[in-house]
């Protein structure tokens, strides 16, 4: 049932459930915060979902178009020109995407040339409404350019080493992480060379986790209004990232693991508040940060594989107490409250 006319409509999590194995389409869950699902729409095996901002769940479609998919399973062709794929089976991506703070752009990363080690890729973006254009081209050696993050109005890129992959428990940059300004179409770096995980707040400070020169050990580093210089140590080991500023800009959180293994998976998550420069583990062990909602809870998830947990999706307050609201653990991304007509 639709919510009356002017009704509020409050924060959604959009979440994707797939088969067992992950052999079959996906299934698009809406849930409120309160743990309700209200609606569900198994997707056609051509379609796969691209994410979730604003009011617009984007859901990708084999022959490159673009959709806008309803809470009642109807959608919308918003645009086109996305790589097609002629992958059999259930569709997947076929380039790595991101999409707008508002849901109402897309942009990806693709390699459009590979000789003698030399690579040129381009980043493009495509909107409702807004035919694909190039907004990036590059030819470096065994790296490129792929979106990153896409939580502010100028997106994080990402220089990232082509070919790597293996067991990757975070979203990794593999390589520069620059801010693309997308008037002057200027990319400015943020942090170090090769970090492994970047972040902008919404107040202009930076974060991110790297190896400590001339050590083994990873350091997470925050710059910027308020925060130059406060930095805090991850194990040598493992993988770290999860990397996300609250939307006040006053906290911030990250997560590590042993990278232990499938069936073995441990994780924990700190927060750093950036007002005092306090650290503390935050919320139940071995969940993973996913996104932050608007009234300042993290939304963070556990698979099957990862320790000893119920797996789902949790929301976890600054006090780090947290609530399961869902038995699926993959996120896709908030719709923020409006109201209906």
Same mark, same amino acid.
């Given at each position: 049932?639709?919510?009356?006319?002017?009704?509020?409509?409050?924060?959604?999590?959009?979440?994707?459930?797939?088969?067992?194995?992950?052999?079959?389409?996906?299934?698009?869950?809406?849930?409120?915060?309160?743990?309700?699902?209200?609606?569900?729409?198994?997707?056609?095996?051509?379609?796969?979902?691209?994410?979730?901002?604003?009011?617009?769940?984007?859901?990708?479609?084999?022959?490159?178009?673009?959709?806008?998919?309803?809470?009642?399973?109807?959608?919308?062709?918003?645009?086109?020109?996305?790589?097609?794929?002629?992958?059999?089976?259930?569709?997947?991506?076929?380039?790595?995407?991101?999409?707008?703070?508002?849901?109402?752009?897309?942009?990806?990363?693709?390699?459009?040339?590979?000789?003698?080690?030399?690579?040129?890729?381009?980043?493009?973006?495509?909107?409702?409404?807004?035919?694909?254009?190039?907004? *990036?081209?590059?030819?470096?050696?065994?790296?490129?350019?792929?979106?990153?993050?896409?939580?502010? *109005?100028?997106?994080?890129?990402?220089?990232?080493?082509?070919?790597?992959?293996?067991?990757?428990?975070?979203?990794?940059?593999?390589?520069?992480?620059?801010?693309?300004?997308?008037?002057?179409?200027?990319?400015?770096?943020?942090?170090?060379?090769?970090?492994?995980?970047?972040?902008?707040?919404?107040?202009? *400070?930076?974060?991110?986790?790297?190896?400590?020169?001339?050590?083994?050990?990873?350091?997470?580093?925050?710059?910027?209004?308020?925060?130059?210089?406060?930095?805090?140590?991850?194990?040598?080991?493992?993988?770290?990232?999860?990397?996300?500023?609250?939307?006040?800009?006053?906290?911030?959180?990250?997560?590590?693991?042993?990278?232990?293994?499938?069936?073995?998976?441990?994780?924990?998550?700190?927060?750093?508040?950036?007002?005092?420069?306090?650290?503390?583990?935050?919320?139940?062990?071995?969940?993973?940060?996913?996104?932050?909602?608007?009234?300042?809870?993290?939304?963070?998830?556990?698979?099957?594989?990862?320790?000893?947990?119920?797996?789902?999706?949790?929301?976890?307050?600054?006090?780090?107490?947290?609530?399961?609201?869902?038995?699926?653990?993959?996120?896709?991304?908030?719709?923020?409250?409006?109201?209906?007509?």
């Amino acid at each position: 049932m639709s919510p009356g006319a002017g009704a509020a409509v409050g924060t959604i999590l959009v979440e994707i459930s797939t088969p067992p194995n992950l052999v079959g389409p996906q299934t698009v869950h809406w849930i409120t915060l309160d743990g309700t699902e209200i609606a569900m729409h198994r997707l056609p095996a051509d379609e796969a979902v691209l994410g979730a901002a604003g009011a617009h769940v984007l859901v990708y479609r084999g022959d490159g178009h673009v959709l806008d998919l309803h809470q009642d399973g109807s959608d919308t062709d918003v645009g086109q020109g996305m790589p097609a794929t002629t992958a059999r089976g259930a569709t997947t991506l076929p380039v790595r995407v991101r999409i707008s703070p508002d849901g109402t752009e897309w942009m990806w990363g693709q390699i459009i040339s590979q000789a003698s080690g030399h690579v040129t890729s381009t980043l493009t973006i495509a909107g409702i409404g807004t035919a694909a254009h190039v907004v *990036a081209e590059a030819t470096e050696d065994g790296h490129a350019l792929a979106p990153y993050r896409w939580t502010l *109005a100028d997106p994080l890129i990402a220089h990232s080493a082509v070919g790597v992959g293996g067991y990757l428990l975070f979203d990794d940059a593999f390589g520069q992480v620059d801010r693309l300004n997308l008037t002057t179409r200027a990319q400015t770096p943020v942090g170090p060379a090769s970090p492994e995980a970047v972040d902008l707040a919404g107040n202009q *400070a930076a974060a991110n986790i790297a190896i400590n020169a001339g050590t083994t050990t990873k350091l997470l580093t925050v710059s910027g209004p308020g925060q130059r210089g406060l930095s805090a140590t991850l194990p040598a080991s493992g993988e770290a990232g999860g990397l996300m500023f609250d939307p006040s800009s006053s906290h911030l959180v990250f997560a590590s693991s042993p990278a232990n293994g499938p069936g073995h998976e441990h994780f924990e998550t700190d927060i750093l508040d950036l007002n005092t420069g306090a650290r503390s583990k935050f919320g139940p062990a071995d969940l993973r940060p996913a996104t932050w909602v608007p009234d300042g809870r993290l939304v963070e998830y556990r698979t099957s594989s990862d320790g000893d947990g119920v797996p789902g999706t949790y929301l976890v307050s600054l006090d780090g107490a947290a609530v399961k609201i869902s038995s699926y653990s993959t996120i896709a991304g908030v719709l923020k409250p409006s109201r209906t007509p």
